[in-house]
C-alpha cells in the first residue's frame, strides 16, 4: 500500500466505523499516547526494563500502526499530503546531511566521546 493509499483508506475507515475525525487536539493527545505504549515496548524489549503482565501480547507491528495511523488520520484532517510531505523532507535531509552522517566519528567507529569545548 502506498502512503496515499493509506491517507484514502484511513479516511474511508474513519467515514465508515469511526464516525467522524477527533479534533485535531485529541488525536494529538492520542497520537503522544500511542507513541508512549511503542516507547514502552521498545524500553522492554531493547532496553533495560523487564516486560511486565500488563506487556504480554503487545506487538511491536501493530503498535506502530497505531501510531501511524493517528498520524494519518491528522494528516488528512489538516490537509496534509504525506507522499508529498515525505518526498520533501528526504529531499531536505538529503541536502543538508549528504555528509554529515558519514563524518560523525560515533557512527563511523572513529571516537565516539567527542570532547566538548
Not at 99 to 112: A, E, F, M, V, W
Request: glycine content about 6%; proline content about 2%.
Amino acid at each position: 500500500m502506498t502512503v496515499e493509499e493509506a491517507q484514502r483508506r484511513v479516511d474511508e475507515w474513519i467515514k465508515t466505523y469511526g464516525v467522524r475525525y477527533f479534533s485535531e487536539l485529541t488525536n494529538l493527545a492520542v497520537l503522544v499516547e500511542e507513541v508512549g505504549e511503542l516507547s514502552r515496548l521498545l524500553a522492554r524489549a531493547y532496553g533495560d526494563q523487564s516486560f511486565k503482565k500488563s506487556d504480554e501480547g503487545r506487538d511491536l507491528g501493530d503498535e506502530m500502526a497505531d501510531v501511524l495511523f493517528v498520524l494519518i488520520c491528522l494528516a488528512n484532517q489538516t490537509g496534509v499530503n504525506l507522499t508529498e510531505a515525505l518526498e520533501r523532507n528526504l529531499d531536505k535531509k538529503t541536502k543538508r546531511d549528504a555528509d554529515r552522517h558519514k563524518q560523525n566519528p560515533k557512527l563511523t567507529g572513529g571516537d565516539s566521546n567527542p570532547k566538548l569545548a
